[in-house]
Protein backbone atom coordinates (compact mmCIF):
# COMPACT_ATOMS: atom_id res chain seq x y z
CA UNK A 1 0.00 0.00 0.00
CA UNK A 2 2.58 2.07 0.66
CA UNK A 3 4.34 1.60 -2.21
CA UNK A 4 1.11 2.58 -3.72
CA UNK A 5 0.99 5.51 -2.96
CA UNK A 6 4.34 6.30 -3.99
CA UNK A 7 4.19 5.06 -6.95
CA UNK A 8 1.02 7.71 -7.14
CA UNK A 9 2.92 10.59 -5.85
CA UNK A 10 5.85 10.17 -8.41
CA UNK A 11 3.23 10.09 -11.69
CA UNK A 12 1.33 13.24 -10.02
CA UNK A 13 4.65 15.11 -10.10
CA UNK A 14 5.65 13.77 -13.47
CA UNK A 15 2.16 14.98 -14.78
CA UNK A 16 2.71 18.53 -12.97
CA UNK A 17 5.96 18.97 -15.17
CA UNK A 18 5.68 21.10 -18.53
CA UNK A 19 8.58 21.66 -21.29
CA UNK A 20 6.42 24.41 -22.33
CA UNK A 21 8.78 27.44 -22.51
CA UNK A 22 6.40 30.24 -21.54
CA UNK A 23 8.52 33.31 -22.41
CA UNK A 24 7.77 36.19 -25.47
CA UNK A 25 9.86 36.48 -27.78
CA UNK A 26 10.35 39.71 -29.54
CA UNK A 27 8.74 43.21 -28.17
CA UNK A 28 6.10 43.39 -25.58
CA UNK A 29 3.38 45.78 -25.97
CA UNK A 30 2.40 47.51 -22.94
CA UNK A 31 0.30 51.54 -22.20
CA UNK A 32 3.26 54.08 -21.31
CA UNK A 33 2.98 54.98 -17.52
CA UNK A 34 5.74 57.82 -16.19
CA UNK A 35 5.84 58.30 -12.53
CA UNK A 36 7.07 61.65 -11.71
CA UNK A 37 9.80 62.88 -9.56
CA UNK A 38 10.09 66.27 -9.33
CA UNK A 39 7.40 69.19 -10.06
CA UNK A 40 6.41 72.72 -8.86
CA UNK A 41 2.34 72.16 -9.29
CA UNK A 42 1.09 72.04 -6.08
CA UNK A 43 3.76 72.62 -3.80
CA UNK A 44 5.31 69.53 -4.81
CA UNK A 45 3.16 67.43 -6.31
CA UNK A 46 1.07 67.06 -8.99
CA UNK A 47 -2.40 66.87 -9.19
CA UNK A 48 -4.72 64.12 -10.03
CA UNK A 49 -6.12 64.83 -13.60
CA UNK A 50 -3.09 67.21 -14.22
CA UNK A 51 -1.53 66.63 -18.09
CA UNK A 52 1.92 66.55 -20.04
CA UNK A 53 2.48 66.44 -23.21
CA UNK A 54 5.45 63.98 -24.41
CA UNK A 55 7.22 63.28 -27.45
CA UNK A 56 8.79 60.30 -28.32
CA UNK A 57 11.51 59.41 -31.61
CA UNK A 58 12.44 56.35 -31.43
CA UNK A 59 14.94 55.06 -33.85
CA UNK A 60 15.26 59.02 -35.34
CA UNK A 61 11.58 58.61 -36.37
CA UNK A 62 8.27 60.63 -34.11
CA UNK A 63 6.78 57.40 -32.49
CA UNK A 64 4.32 60.09 -30.62
CA UNK A 65 4.13 63.83 -30.60
CA UNK A 66 3.08 66.35 -28.14
CA UNK A 67 0.53 63.12 -27.01
CA UNK A 68 -1.63 64.28 -23.36
CA UNK A 69 -0.60 62.34 -20.51
CA UNK A 70 -2.91 62.22 -17.27
CA UNK A 71 -1.78 62.34 -14.05
CA UNK A 72 -4.13 60.02 -12.36
CA UNK A 73 -2.46 60.29 -8.72
CA UNK A 74 0.39 57.82 -8.85
CA UNK A 75 1.78 58.01 -12.41
CA UNK A 76 0.60 59.51 -15.84
CA UNK A 77 -0.79 57.38 -18.15
CA UNK A 78 -2.76 57.44 -21.44
CA UNK A 79 -5.30 55.21 -22.45
CA UNK A 80 -4.57 55.00 -26.02
CA UNK A 81 -0.65 55.44 -26.55
CA UNK A 82 0.98 51.92 -25.92
CA UNK A 83 5.30 50.74 -25.98
CA UNK A 84 6.83 48.32 -27.76
CA UNK A 85 9.19 47.11 -25.71
CA UNK A 86 12.83 46.72 -27.48
CA UNK A 87 16.12 46.87 -25.85
CA UNK A 88 17.83 47.15 -28.64
CA UNK A 89 16.44 50.52 -29.54
CA UNK A 90 17.32 53.63 -28.26
CA UNK A 91 14.46 56.42 -27.74
CA UNK A 92 14.40 59.75 -26.36
CA UNK A 93 11.70 61.03 -24.64
CA UNK A 94 10.39 64.45 -23.85
CA UNK A 95 7.90 65.90 -21.60
CA UNK A 96 6.48 69.39 -20.73
CA UNK A 97 4.00 70.11 -18.07
CA UNK A 98 1.36 71.87 -18.33
CA UNK A 99 0.35 70.08 -21.52
CA UNK A 100 -0.75 72.37 -24.24
CA UNK A 101 -2.58 71.28 -27.54
CA UNK A 102 -0.68 73.31 -29.90
CA UNK A 103 2.63 71.97 -27.89
CA UNK A 104 5.28 73.23 -25.85
CA UNK A 105 5.86 77.14 -25.97
CA UNK A 106 8.76 78.12 -28.32
CA UNK A 107 9.71 80.86 -26.30
CA UNK A 108 9.09 82.09 -22.64
CA UNK A 109 10.40 84.30 -20.02
CA UNK A 110 11.89 84.06 -16.46
CA UNK A 111 11.18 86.84 -13.77
CA UNK A 112 14.74 88.01 -12.80
CA UNK A 113 13.33 88.66 -8.88
CA UNK A 114 12.29 85.25 -8.04
CA UNK A 115 12.03 86.02 -4.21
CA UNK A 116 8.52 85.77 -3.54
CA UNK A 117 6.58 82.37 -4.31
CA UNK A 118 4.08 84.09 -6.79
CA UNK A 119 7.24 85.44 -9.17
CA UNK A 120 9.10 81.41 -8.55
CA UNK A 121 5.69 80.32 -9.35
CA UNK A 122 5.05 82.87 -12.37
CA UNK A 123 8.14 81.71 -13.99
CA UNK A 124 7.63 77.90 -14.00
Not at 6 to 33: F, Y
Not at 56 to 75: H, M, Q, W
Request: aromatic share 10%; proline share 5%; hydrophobic share 35%.
Amino acid sequence: MKQFFLILSGLALLTGCSSKNDSVEGPVQSRIRIAPSISRVTGLNFDTGDRIGLTIVKSGANYCENTPLRFDGTVFVSDDLFWYDDPSEKSNLTAYYPYLAEGAPASFTVRADQKLAADHEASD
